[in-house]
Every structure is written in structure tokens, then in C-alpha cells.
């Protein structure tokens, strides 16, 4: 079939732009019940042969009750699929009634999924985005939040050494639709309350644009990959005293991470994690004080830049940091914490 040629092309090119599959992952597909997390499925039952790297696949799927009867028929598709149970999620966004919103959702599946990867030690959850979901985030986020900002091919789950990975990437619709039908697999609709399929006004623009611009597909996929920084963090170095640090590539709004280099030798890392505007977590790797403090305060200037006030707790911080930022037992969220709150 010429469709599942084209789909194993262009997830090769997405795994060699962005390093996520090597030999001896495990991977942990979730199955969403769409038709892109299905040619995924089919896609990397293959793929190990097309790439030539032998790598193992635990397929996954989450019951959440609303969607029964999809996962009914993905397990008639896949003998070996596990299901999730994703009552609590449910319940959990019932509680928030008008406050459920689509990226609430999203956290706690996706918390779901990373302690599933984390139980069957797996270091990988790949999603079946494709290149229009991720035209169609930045779209978003462009429209509504007034910032670019695109789906990342690939992004840590923080506080572990889980991944999302998004093999699907450079993947047009239009391709998996295709290949889909030739399945001749009869998918039910999934009636999410919290998450709807694409929206009109977006559908509407990209017809517009293709109809318009023949070369407006590779322009566009060729704007989304990680040769334009801008989409994915803007490039950062520092020199302190020796230590180089660098902005990680794949650093996104809510997650920073800057990683530390001396002689060209990564030496650790600083992260902060926003909680909201003006509240942040910090975390960072083991690191002697002559080496984390002058890193830690450039850091924390540049945050200040970003925020103007800023206030930064950390869970057990070493006596000579309590005292080198001040750090006070303050009650975040219900929670004692040392922490310290920051402003220009």
C-alpha cells in the first residue's frame, strides 16, 4: 500500500530531525481512538524493520466510561492492548464543573499515561499528534493567548525521565486518512466533553491557504520543525565564571531548563516549573555552591525579566541556599515550603 509508505517516510524523517526512537526504548503507544493513534499502532508494528532499530511497543488505551465503546473496539483490534481506568479523571473534571477545561483535561491524562510508562519502565509515550494538530496549537495559541508557541516533537514529563513523543509530526491528515480506509476499521465516535475535534475557523483558514498556495504544506511543516527555535524556546547562553549555560532546546512555557556545560562536559542542570504567572518551582541536579549559586542567581534574574515578581519555593534546599536567597517557610497551596518571593 503506498499509504503506509508514505506514513513510515514521513515518521522516519520525524525520528531522524528528532532523535525519538533509539535501539532498546520501550515505548508506551496511547491509543486515543482516533484514526491517526490507529495508523500509529499499525505504523510502528513495522517500523523496526523500515528503520532498522529494534525497539518494543506496549499499546495502551484509557476507559474514562465515555468512550466504551471505542475501547471495545480497539481491544477486537489489538489482543495485547492495556487498558487504563480513567474514572478518577472523570470525576475529577465533574468536580470543576464550568472550571473543566480542555487543558485540565489533558494534565491528568497525562499523568495517567506517565504512571503507566513509569510502572512498565518505559521512558516513552508516543501521541499520535500529526502535522495539522500541530498547525493547529500554534494557530491557538497565536489567536488566543497571543503567543507562538507549537506542539513539540518531543517533551520531558516533569520531575522524571519520562518523554512524550510526537512520531506522527510531520504526518498530514490527509495521509493516515487514507491509509485508515484502506484498514477497513470502523472507529466510533468519542463524544469528550472536555475535547473537541478541530475547529471550524481553523479548518476554514488551512483550506484557504492550501487552496491558494500550492507550496504552502512544505512551508509551513518546514516553519513547525526545530530549525526555527522561536517555536520551541528561544536561544539562551550564558558564561558564569567558566560554566556555560544553555536554554534546552525543548524548553517550554510552563518548563524551563537550562543545562550546565564546562569544557564542553554537561555538568547538571537548573529547571523551574510555573506553577501560575508569579509562582515557580526550582529544581536542579547536584551541583557544589561555587557552581549553583552564581548560575541559580542568573537564572532567577532572567525569570524576574520575564515575570517582574516572582515567588520560587523549593522541596529540600541546602542550608547554604536558605541563606544565600533568604528562603522563609512560606504555605504554598496548603503546603509548607521554602520558598522566597522575588520582585525587579
Known amino acids: 500500500m503506498n499509504s503506509i509508505r508514505s506514513i513510515l517516510s514521513s515518521l522516519k524523517k520525524a525520528d531522524n530531525d528528532f532523535n525519538l526512537i533509539n535501539e532498546k526504548d520501550k515505548v508506551v503507544l496511547y491509543l486515543d481512538g482516533t484514526k491517526a493513534s490507529l495508523a500509529l499502532a499499525k505504523a510502528l508494528e513495522v517500523y523496526p524493520y523500515y528503520s532498522k532499530k529494534k525497539f518494543k511497543v506496549v499499546l495502551t488505551a484509557i476507559d474514562y466510561g465515555f468512550n466504551k465503546e471505542s475501547v471495545n473496539t480497539l481491544q477486537s483490534v489489538f489482543n495485547n492492548i492495556s487498558i487504563i481506568d480513567g474514572t478518577d479523571v472523570v470525576m475529577m473534571m465533574n468536580a470543576k464543573g464550568k472550571d473543566g477545561s480542555t487543558s485540565a483535561f489533558l494534565k491528568l491524562e497525562r499523568k495517567l499515561l506517565a504512571m503507566f510508562a513509569r510502572e512498565n519502565r518505559a521512558k516513552k509515550i508516543a501521541l499520535a499528534a500529526t502535522h495539522e494538530d500541530s498547525l493547529e496549537h500554534l494557530y491557538k495559541s497565536v489567536v488566543t493567548e497571543g503567543k507562538i508557541n507549537a506542539l513539540r516533537p518531543k517533551s520531558k514529563v516533569f520531575g522524571s525521565n519520562v518523554s512524550f513523543i510526537r ?5 498530514y491528515d490527509s495521509n493516515i486518512d487514507r491509509f485508515v480506509n484502506e484498514l477497513e476499521v470502523e472507529l466510533p465516535s468519542i463524544n469528550n466533553p472536555w475535547v473537541k475535534g478541530r475547529s471550524e475557523d481553523f479548518v476554514k483558514l488551512t483550506e484557504l491557504i492550501y487552496e491558494n498556495r500550492k507550496d504552502a504544506k512544505d512551508n509551513i511543516r518546514k516553519a513547525l520543525s526545530d530549525d526555527k527555535p522561536i517555536l520551541y524556546a528561544e536561544s539562551i ?6 560554566v556555560i549555560i544553555k536554554k534546552d532546546p525543548l524548553s517550554t512555557v ?22 501560575d504567572h508569579h509562582l515557580s518551582k526550582i529544581e536542579f541536579s547536584k551541583l557544589d ?15 524576574l525579566e ?16 536558605v541563606s544565600h536567597l533568604g528562603l522563609k517557610k512560606l504555605n504554598i497551596r496548603g503546603k509548607t515550603k521554602f520558598a522566597a518571593k522575588l520582585s525587579k
Open 254 to 275: 510552563e518548563y524551563v531548563r537550562y543545562n550546565l556545560f564546562k569544557n564542553k562536559d554537561i555538568i547538571g542542570y537548573i529547571s523551574y516549573l510555573m506553577i
Open 306 to 321: 520575564i515575570t517582574g515578581k516572582v515567588t520560587i519555593f523549593f522541596s529540600r534546599p541546602r542550608n547554604t541556599l
Open 289 to 303: 555552591d561555587d557552581i549553583l549559586l552564581p548560575c541559580l542567581d542568573k537564572i532567577i534574574d532572567e525569570l
Open 167 to 171: 512520531p506522527f509530526i510531520h504526518c
Open 237 to 242: 547562553e550564558w558564561n558564569i565564571n567558566g
